[in-house]
């Protein structure tokens, strides 16, 4: 049987000790979930993809759009 144990970060310390003291538990910490990205940071995480991102702010800035309609199926 495994068991989940949310337990705020200030008591942590104490529960791992508490529960390792116990022979029959096997306590492991949690891995941390990783920070989900935002499509921003993802765009700027490539040199690539930051570059023409800025360029394409840049054409907003300057007004130098083109607006397209939607394509209806």
Do not use: C, W
């Not at 942590?12 to 492991?28: C, D, I, N, R």
Request: aromatic share 4%; net charge negative.
């Amino acid at each position: 049987m495994k068991i989940t144990l949310e337990v705020p970060d200030n008591k942590a310390a104490f529960m791992m000790e508490l529960l390792q003291s116990l022979p029959f538990v096997k306590a492991t910490p949690a891995r941390r979930k990783a920070k989900p990205q935002d499509e921003t940071e993802y765009l700027l995480s490539s040199p690539a993809n930051a570059k023409a991102l800025m360029e394409a702010i840049q054409r907003v800035d300057a007004g130098q759009v083109v607006e397209h309609g939607l394509i209806e199926p």
